[in-house]
């Protein structure tokens, strides 16, 4: 179940966890290959040098933090040979503004597995290449928030580790869903709930209102006030990356 958060600390205690989960998505890779871009090199072709700055800074000015953008060459006039040999040091793509394609030009783009896209106006070329650079950006997994909960307690467990005893705010907790802890720094614990008990009974859920104890191993700095968030992971639709495919498209 999906929800808005309604608590001010509560809502920025998550603001945080979603920031550090940005910086945090490739921890098993190593510290270059995280922070390495993609990058859409492309070719700019215009019919005139003010298209050219209109069109350079339109597509420059295109959000996307998880890619770089960069125009290697640009030029006056119709697309033409040396436009696609600079194409190709890139990301095999060229964007006319306002022009076309020099005869023959079509099988040479095929040869050289080069994509040409032409538009007529700057918004149609920037909402384009937008959706290229979203498709080829990194993909940061989504997930639904299912329950939260407050702290408000604390008790030494037995074996190793605390029992948090909590009070639902939102939503519900449940037995073998993901939850993390939230401090206020951001995320300090992540794993699955084991099991959950109200007094002495054991639960499957917990709902808003109800105070619930949950046990964690191996795990002793959770503190009062803390956030208790019950989270699962969503597979959303990605479309596919971009690829060149050899042709002219007009937009």
């Given at each position: 179940?999906?929800?808005?958060?309604?608590?001010?600390?509560?809502?920025?205690?998550?603001?945080?966890?979603?920031?550090?989960?940005?910086?945090?998505?490739?921890?098993?890779?190593?510290?270059?290959?995280?922070?390495?871009?993609?990058k859409?090199?492309?070719?700019?072709?215009?019919?005139?040098?003010?298209?050219?700055?209109?069109?350079?800074?339109?597509?420059?000015?295109?959000?996307?933090?998880?890619?770089?953008?960069?125009?290697?060459?640009?030029?006056?006039?119709?697309?033409?040979?040396?436009?696609?040999?600079?194409?190709?040091?890139?990301?095999?793509?060229?964007?006319?503004?306002?022009?076309?394609?020099?005869?023959?030009?079509?099988?040479?783009?095929?040869?050289?597995?080069?994509?040409?896209?032409?538009?007529?106006?700057?918004?149609?070329?920037?909402?384009?290449?937008?959706?290229?650079?979203?498709s080829?950006?990194?993909?940061?997994?989504?997930?639904?928030?299912?329950?939260?909960?407050?702290?408000?307690?604390?008790?030494?467990?037995?074996?190793?580790?605390?029992?948090?005893?909590?009070?639902?705010?939102?939503?519900?907790?449940?037995?073998?869903?993901?939850f993390?802890?939230?401090?206020?720094?951001?995320?300090?614990?992540?794993?699955?709930?084991?099991?959950?008990?109200?007094?002495?009974?054991?639960?499957?859920?917990?709902?808003?209102?109800?105070?619930v104890?949950?046990?964690?191993?191996?795990?002793?700095?959770?503190?009062?006030?803390?956030?208790?968030?019950?989270?699962?992971?969503v597979?959303?639709?990605?479309?596919?990356a971009w690829?060149?495919?050899?042709?002219?498209?007009?937009?």
């Amino acid at each position: 179940m999906s929800h808005k958060h309604k608590h001010g600390h509560h809502h920025e205690r998550i603001s945080k966890s979603r920031e550090w989960m940005k910086t945090h998505k490739d921890t098993d890779r190593d510290s270059s290959a995280r922070d390495a871009k993609p990058k859409l090199e492309l070719v700019l072709k215009c019919d005139s040098a003010g298209s050219i700055e209109a069109a350079a800074a339109a597509i420059l000015n295109i959000a996307n933090d998880g890619i770089d953008i960069n125009i290697i060459n640009s030029g006056v006039g119709n697309i033409n040979h040396s436009d696609i040999l600079m194409a190709k040091t890139g990301s095999r793509l060229i964007a006319g503004f306002q022009v076309n394609v020099l005869p023959g030009i079509e099988k040479e783009l095929d040869e050289h597995n080069v994509e040409v896209r032409l538009y007529d106006v700057i918004y149609a070329l920037t909402a384009d290449i937008g959706n290229i650079t979203q498709s080829i950006a990194p993909h940061i997994p989504e997930e639904e928030i299912t329950g939260t909960a407050k702290v408000i307690t604390l008790f030494k467990s037995v074996r190793k580790g605390i029992i948090i005893g909590c009070e639902v705010l939102e939503g519900q907790l449940s037995v073998h869903k993901h939850f993390r802890i939230i401090s206020a720094m951001g995320p300090v614990y992540s794993g699955s709930i084991e099991s959950m008990h109200i007094e002495s009974a054991s639960v499957q859920k917990a709902s808003p209102g109800q105070q619930v104890g949950i046990k964690i191993q191996n795990f002793n700095k959770a503190k009062t006030g803390d956030i208790v968030e019950c989270y699962r992971p969503v597979a959303a639709g990605k479309s596919k990356a971009w690829q060149s495919t050899g042709t002219v498209i007009r937009k």
